[in-house]
Nanobody, 120 residues
Framework: QVQLVESGGGLVQPGGSLRLSCAASGSIANIEVMAWYRQAPGKQRELVAIITSGGTTRYQGAARGRFTISRDNAKNTVNLQMNSLKPEDTAVYSC??????????????WGQGTQVTVSS
């Protein structure tokens, strides 16, 4: 079993910054992929950024240049640094991980989500 704990969400003014963190714990041999998704009111959930175990990153177009995803493999943690925030970034942000346990089985896990609100 794996548990994800997210933190860092909150209320920020346009142009401000937030840093989201997601820490995984439990039966983890390796986290192959870590990603951040978001879902704004009335919209479908979308991928914001993803990072592989090798450090390769991909970003949703609107996030590229403003957001940076990173991971600390020793701490089983993924972070999302969000700069130059815009009102349209307002959403519930959720961490998603693909975990290999000690038997070599891959499982996907979701965090509970953290609210990010960008408003003046």
């Amino acid at each position: 079993q794996v548990q994800l704990v997210e933190s860092g969400g909150g209320l920020v003014q346009p142009g401000g910054s937030l840093r989201l963190s997601c820490a995984a714990s439990g039966s983890i041999a390796n986290i192959e992929v870590m990603a951040w998704y978001r879902q704004a009111p009335g919209k479908q959930r979308e991928l914001v950024a993803i990072i592989t175990s090798g450090g390769t990153t991909r970003y949703q177009g609107a996030a590229r240049g403003r957001f940076t995803i990173s991971r600390d493999n020793a701490k089983n943690t993924v972070n999302l640094q969000m700069n130059s925030l815009k009102p349209e970034d307002t959403a519930v942000y959720s961490c998603n991980v693909a975990v290999a346990d000690f038997a070599g089985r891959l499982r996907g896990y979701w965090g509970q989500g953290t609210q990010v609100t960008v408003s003046s």
